[in-house]
């Protein structure tokens, strides 16, 4: 246990509707992190938030739509989606601040499938 | 733009047997951490070991050690007495001293043969 916790686990859903995956870190970090994992693929960083502010978008379709309403919570709002989004949706947080920099503390994931 | 390789994209192994996991990294900056995650089936990506790049001692935890060779830009890990639970997905992962970004590689999928 990592003390980052994800919902849903796994999530199916067709390219008309809107989701949401949930984040929730009670480790006191200040940066959270959207990481989209495919097959054979390095990890792609999708958003990066520090103290609540978005500081990375890293080219994401606006199809995904993060929200940061604190620094223990992260969501990703998911709309319109196609078949290439199913992927394992992985979050995590960190400490990067001063000397207190730490490593990114993982989530489960969300496993997607878009129908 | 930083970039992580890991050249090895399958390795096994014979349990209790020593095993070496490459990674290179391509960096201009001179101040940085370098990371191994495992990620078992489970999923749950969980951190092996840390190494600051200013440090010239390679990191230990028990039976995962590192070369760490900073003017090669590579990082190596050494998996010692190999286990049936040693077998997941490793990455390779460097992150800049300043700012909160974590570069990974593409993964080395390990197995462990009883």
């Known amino acids: 246990e990592t003390g980052v916790t994800q919902t849903p686990r796994h999530l199916v859903m067709g390219m008309t509707n809107k989701k949401s995956l949930k984040c929730e870190q009670h480790?006191?970090?200040?940066?959270m992190y959207w990481y989209k994992q495919s097959a054979k693929k390095p990890l792609e960083l999708m958003f990066v938030?520090?103290?609540?502010?978005?500081?990375e978008n890293n080219s994401v379709p606006s199809r995904f739509s993060p929200e940061c309403p604190n620094s223990s919570h992260l969501f990703l709002h998911l709309h319109t989606l196609q078949p290439e989004d199913s992927a394992l949706y992985l979050c995590?947080?960190?400490?990067?601040?001063?000397?207190?920099?730490?490593?990114?503390?993982f989530g489960q994931g969300t496993r997607l499938t878009v129908v | 733009a930083q970039t992580v390789t890991q050249s090895q994209p399958e390795m096994s192994v014979q349990e209790a047997e020593t095993v070496t996991l490459s990674c290179t990294y391509d960096?201009?900056?001179?101040?940085?951490?370098l990371f191994w995650y495992k990620q078992p089936p489970s999923r749950q990506m969980i951190l092996v070991i840390r190494?600051?790049?200013?440090?010239?001692q390679n990191a230990t935890e028990n039976r995962f050690s590192v070369n760490f060779q900073k003017a090669a830009k590579s990082f190596s890990l050494k998996i010692s007495d190999s286990q049936l639970g040693d077998t997941a997905m490793y990455f390779c992962?460097?992150?800049?001293?300043?700012?909160?970004?974590?570069?990974f590689g593409t993964g080395t999928s390990l197995t462990v043969i009883p």
């Open positions: 995590a947080s960190s400490s990067g601040t001063g000397e207190a920099v730490t490593e990114a503390f």
């Open positions: 480790l006191g970090h200040n940066a």
């Open positions: 938030y520090n103290f609540k502010e978005q500081t």
């Open positions: 960096t201009s900056e001179s101040n940085y951490y």
């Open positions: 190494q600051e790049a200013y440090k010239q």
């Open positions: 992962a460097f992150m800049k001293r300043a700012g909160n970004q974590f570069y």
